[in-house]
């Protein structure tokens, strides 16, 4: 009996020491992340440097928690990184090498529709042939996020509507998986994009009048 105890007591310790590590790490990813935005939001090439780094650290976490897609997207995330910065500073080495645009509703509807269909089937994939968590919700983010950093790279004005809807799935999805810190981070994260849009709207619209001169 003594030894049930005391094997009990090692994995209960060796639990909670796991899950302060875990928490550490979590805390220093949503600081990026939380910055990563800010820095989106004011239009600064620098929020490539730390989307670089809090992806790094989401990849290694989501793949602990078995959110597998959530971990692949992360690795993405951070070529997109390094593509996002290359696109922003369009050779000119400052924040204005590239500026708002803004697609058609024909243009986002097909989007939507080819993004839907291709995360249903990797949803289908990762259901049949891996432990994944939830895996349709799981795949219908990570497709969606993908499409979507690419319009952030572009600076496509629409990407932060996509955004509002990503992140309320997301906010689900790490209930769920226990990531406390970091579903606060996406409550806050719906509120900043809803800010980003209307601050790239206006920084559209200045673009506009100053071409007119």
Not at 42 to 55: E, V
Not at 56 to 82: C, D, H, P, Q, R
Not at 97 to 122: D, E, K, P
């Amino acid at each position: 009996m003594i030894d049930f105890w005391s094997a009990l007591m090692r994995t209960i310790d060796g639990a909670l020491i796991q899950a302060t590590a875990l928490t550490a790490w979590e805390a220093v990813a949503v600081v990026l992340a939380a910055a990563y935005l800010i820095l989106a939001m004011k239009g600064s090439i620098w929020c490539w440097f730390a989307a670089f780094a809090s992806t790094a650290i989401y990849t290694a976490l989501f793949w602990k928690v078995s959110l597998l897609m959530e971990s692949v997207l992360n690795v993405y995330y951070m070529g997109m990184a390094i593509y996002g910065f290359r696109q922003w500073s369009n050779g000119r080495g400052d924040d204005s090498g590239i500026q708002v645009i803004s697609w058609s509703l024909r243009r986002h509807t097909l989007l939507i529709l080819g993004t839907a269909c291709v995360s249903v089937i990797v949803g289908n994939l990762m259901a049949t042939y891996t432990q994944a968590s939830y895996a349709y919700l799981d795949a219908a983010t990570t497709c969606f996020a993908v499409m979507t950093t690419y319009l952030v790279a572009k600076k496509v004005l629409e990407n932060w509507l996509y955004w509002v809807v990503i992140d309320f799935v997301s906010i689900y999805l790490y209930l769920q998986k226990g990531l406390m810190l970091t579903s606060l981070l996406f409550i806050l994260y719906v509120g900043m994009a809803i800010g980003g849009y209307f601050l790239w709207r206006t920084s559209m619209r200045d673009q506009r009048v100053v071409l007119a001169q």
